[in-house]
């Protein structure tokens, strides 16, 4: 394979719906939120109805336990052939797309449509790859996303990847050139996503102000001036933000496709690129939210003595603390008690904290979770979820035999000096704002 590509991106052959496409019908939040709450999906489903939609192309993770599950996947396979047939999806042409969304949570959030080489990417532990997993990947979630894509014509990105640009020298310049772009979209979000606008990038000054920008942050002396490490170990330029298991799986299938394809093919192949959506750490709009942790059908009583002695038995002082105010929950983590890690939880007859002391990791969800992996592990009828939301850990929490954990925000400008020191994070840490937050699904792209 070849090296960089112009530092790991290139312009993609978009698709979007034809003109008379309803393109609110049309877009739908990423398939990993809302697993939970089925009638968020149901809410869906009738607003979609018979129209045209990419909630006919992806497989919300809801309904990965239930019953027909490979009836979903061959009728994504249908639905995507049936809209490249009959003129549902129309070619744009290669090109980047600015993307301007619109929240209820921020004004603007800035993003670039790219395709990002996979042969530039690794989510494997300890990776040092140009782009890299932010979090831990679980191999377990990664086969229903194979096999929709092994057999998949085009691709539908809900993948956001970051860069650490404080210049806003790649993103934004575009963006303040959008009056002399052609819009491609612009619309209202299902499900109180917000407002979303798309313009095509296609102008060869505009692409390459982005290539050059990127090659100046990818620069080994400004890396090593930037993050106090030597550019040797390798360069980090991208952390996959949100969609990690997705483009994992874009991964996986590409190493296990181009082992059969001669090099001359595999250099340009389509399934070689993912894609994504770029944007700034340091974006205003972008904030990180914490992902909470609610567990169905749970012993509670038991599980604080367990969480008690196995964070006992790894050196750490814990302590179990009972409010007499629920509410307390919103002030606790306002205490910053130094050296100390503060995991809250709600429960149907009560709520309270486990204090530890002496943590052996640096963040509150990496004690959290290494007592939840295991637990999850010795009690198969427990079930857990991770939820995006104080007020949905609540209603959750809240419900007889639940429990729900309240995790702190993580400081999104330490995420890559994180990552680059300290490898993956521990998964679900951090989420790229609330649910409604996430990318909608609306962007394709063939792959075969």
């Known amino acids: 394979m070849k090296g960089l590509n112009h530092f790991g991106i290139s312009k993609p052959e978009i698709l979007l719906p034809a003109k008379h496409v309803d393109y609110e019908k049309w877009a739908v939040v990423a398939c990993d939120q809302y697993t939970s709450q089925p009638e968020y999906w149901n809410k869906v489903e009738n607003i979609v109805a018979d129209n045209p939609s990419t909630l006919r192309m992806i497989l919300p993770e809801i309904y990965l336990e239930k019953p027909g599950v490979d009836r979903r996947i061959e009728n994504i396979n249908k639905t995507m052939k049936q809209y490249l047939e009959d003129g549902t999806l129309v070619p744009q042409g290669k090109a980047f797309v600015l993307v301007d969304r619109k929240t209820t949570h921020a004004a603007s959030r ?131 933000g949100d969609g990690n298991h997705s483009l994992a799986a874009a991964k ?128 198969k009828n427990v079930r857990i979820d991770y939820i995006h939301g104080d007020e949905v850990v609540f209603d959750l929490g809240e419900k007889p035999g639940n429990m729900g954990f309240f995790l702190p925000p993580m400081d999104k400008h330490e995420l890559f000096k994180t990552v680059i020191l300290d490898g993956a994070l521990p998964r679900k840490t951090f989420s790229m704002g609330e649910a409604e937050e996430k990318r909608f699904y609306l962007e394709c792209r063939k792959i075969r």
Not at 135 to 154: H, S
Not at 213 to 240: C, F, R, T
Not at 330 to 358: C, M, S, W, Y
């Open 110 to 240: 800035k993003g670039l449509i790219v395709a990002l080489d996979l042969e530039q990417y690794e989510y494997a532990k300890g990776a040092k790859s140009l782009a890299r997993a932010t979090e831990g990947t679980v191999i377990d979630r990664l086969p229903p996303r194979i096999r929709i894509r092994e057999n998949a014509l085009i691709e539908l990105p809900h993948i956001m990847v970051l860069i650490d640009d404080p210049g806003r020298s790649v993103i934004e310049p575009v963006a303040e050139a959008c009056s002399r772009l052609e819009k491609l979209y612009d619309f209202e979000l299902m499900m109180n996503g917000g407002h979303i606008r798309g313009y095509k990038v296609d102008d060869e000054s505009l692409v390459e102000s982005v290539f050059s920008a990127m090659a100046e942050l990818a620069d080994p002396e400004n890396y090593e001036k930037k993050y106090g490490v030597s550019a040797k170990e390798g360069i980090l330029l991208y952390a996959v």
């Open 252 to 379: 996986a299938y590409w190493e296990k496709l181009k082992k059969d394809l001669p090099l001359s093919e595999a250099e340009n192949h389509p399934a070689r690129y993912a894609l994504v959506e770029l944007v700034n750490v340091h974006d205003e709009g972008l904030q990180f939210e914490p992902i909470h942790r609610v567990l169905f059908g749970v012993d509670i009583e038991a599980l604080i003595n367990d969480m008690q002695e196995f964070l006992r038995s790894r050196g750490c002082k814990a302590q179990c603390e009972f409010f007499s105010n629920k509410g307390l929950i919103e002030t606790v983590f306002d205490e910053k008690r130094q050296g100390v890690h503060i995991l809250p939880f709600i429960t149907a007859e009560f709520a309270g904290a486990i204090f530890v002391e002496n943590p052996g990791f640096n963040l509150e969800v990496a004690t959290l979770q290494c007592f939840l992996d295991e637990y999850l592990t010795d009690n």
